[in-house]
Structures are given as C-alpha cells and as structure tokens.
C-alpha cells in the first residue's frame, strides 16, 4: 500500500499520513521501500509491526468479550441482530 493509497482510505490528507509513518517508521513498526516500478513507496509491517498489532488486537479483543459478558442475553441478541448492519457502515457498503 502507498502513502496515498493509505490517506485515501482513512480520510487524512497525505502529509497527516506521512507524519504518522515516519513515527511508526521510527519505532521499527513499520519500514518504507520503492515499489518495482521504483515509482512509489510501499509500505509495510516489520516483524516487531506484526507482533505489536497482533497485541493490540488481543488486547481490544480481551477487551470487548469481557464488555460482552456482563450483557443480558436480550442486549448481547441486539448487539448481534445489528451486526450485518454496522458491517455495512465500516466498509462503505451501500
């Protein structure tokens, strides 16, 4: 993925982006090389990039289902009767 292509599908301007890259780049999350063509840089998660991610996730995820038990079965039924629906709001779909 390109810096643009990146600041496109989060809604930030390219420099935001590049501010934000360069952090990340600076704790070795992630690292910038030129693409085949030499034209564009990619970007990618480092093997510490992957192992932070992976930690947040299960921390959110830790997180949530801990959220979820302490739900009636009627509120955890509604959460998941609103499921298709908000799948639709995170990925644009129409």
């Known amino acids: ?18 501010g934000h890259l360069a952090r990340l780049e600076g704790l070795k999350l992630i690292r910038r090389e030129r693409t085949a063509d030499g034209r564009q840089i990619g970007i990618f998660l480092t093997n510490a990039g992957r192992g932070r991610l992976a930690s947040v996730r ?3 995820n830790s997180w949530l289902a801990s959220r979820l038990d302490e739900l009636t079965p009627h509120e955890r039924e ?14 644009g779909e129409r």
């Not at 496109?8 to 935001?16: V, Y």
């Open 78 to 91: 509604s959460i998941r009767a609103s499921l298709a629906a908000l799948k639709r709001i995170s990925t």
């Open 58 to 60: 299960e921390q959110r």
């Open 1 to 18: 993925m390109t810096t643009q292509e990146l600041a496109e599908r989060e809604g930030l301007s390219t420099p935001a982006i590049s």
